[in-house]
């Protein structure tokens, strides 16, 4: 029985998560911080949430996966990455950027806890931050980040007027919205920054190869290019403009 085994997958999945999150648990009183449990079970939800995103959307394209967790970081790995290097780019786009749709899931749960009463607004706005912070860095465009696997296939065999077209679409509104943050917040994620520099990097990279017949349209790179920005200050704006969500020891 390999990992082709969804019971052994769901087994896995089961096993890492509950040690990550007892791992947490101890980390958190170590640390002093507030309610461990509630951060340890927000971080590990929201982090599944995000990880099924990606689980799903793979599965949709008939691409098996599995999910694991070590320490406080998930991973969801599809088992075929030679199917995964098949499907068209806007597949792999959808694929790659549908964790943060589990983070937004992440907040709405969370929002109808409270209207259930089992939980508090403050509670609510330290996982919207939570979850803010997981999308906005999940995004920037460098390294192992979802957004250096979006950002690479939305510049992907495209011709180099088209290429500018892009960057301007995507970095404008991104450094608008951290000098906005800056001057009326005194302060901005620190993920917006490397978001335009991997903005940069991808865009100006040598990103061409024979797949030219699995690549977007104009048309659905803008889209795409439109969502990407619209999650990327969205999410920095809340980042920015709730409570952290770890909750510190009283001084």
């Known amino acids: 029985m390999g990992l082709k085994s969804p019971l052994l997958r769901l087994v896995i999945a089961i096993v890492t998560g509950a040690f990550t999150w007892w791992v947490y648990v101890k ?115 460098l390294a192992i980040f979802d957004g250096s696997r979006f950002v690479k296939v939305l510049f992907r065999n495209i011709a180099p007027r088209k290429e500018t077209l892009l960057f301007e679409l995507t970095s404008v509104p991104v450094a608008v919205a951290m000098l906005a943050l800056l001057i009326y917040k005194g302060h901005a994620t620190p993920a917006l920054p490397l978001v335009l520099w991997g903005l940069h990097r991808r865009s100006h990279e040598e990103n061409h190869d024979d797949g030219a017949a699995r690549a977007m349209t104009l048309e659905q790179r803008i889209w795409w290019a439109v969502l990407f920005t619209i999650l990327v200050v969205g999410s920095a704006v809340v980042y920015s403009t709730t409570n952290d969500w770890i909750l510190l020891r009283p001084t």
């Open 27 to 141: 980390f958190a009183r170590y640390m002093g911080f507030q309610r461990p449990e509630f951060l340890a079970s927000i971080l590990l939800g929201s982090v599944f949430l995000h990880e099924l995103g990606h689980l799903l959307s793979f599965e949709r394209h008939g691409i098996p996966c599995a999910m694991s967790f070590v320490v406080i970081a998930g991973g969801t790995s599809p088992l075929d990455i030679k199917a995964v290097e098949r499907l068209p780019d806007t597949h792999k786009a959808e694929a790659y950027i549908a964790g943060m749709f589990g983070n937004i899931v992440a907040v709405a749960i969370a929002a109808m806890v409270y209207m259930g009463g089992l939980c508090s607004a403050v509670d609510v706005e330290r996982v919207a931050n939570l979850n803010a912070s997981l999308i906005v860095f999940n995004l920037i465009p």
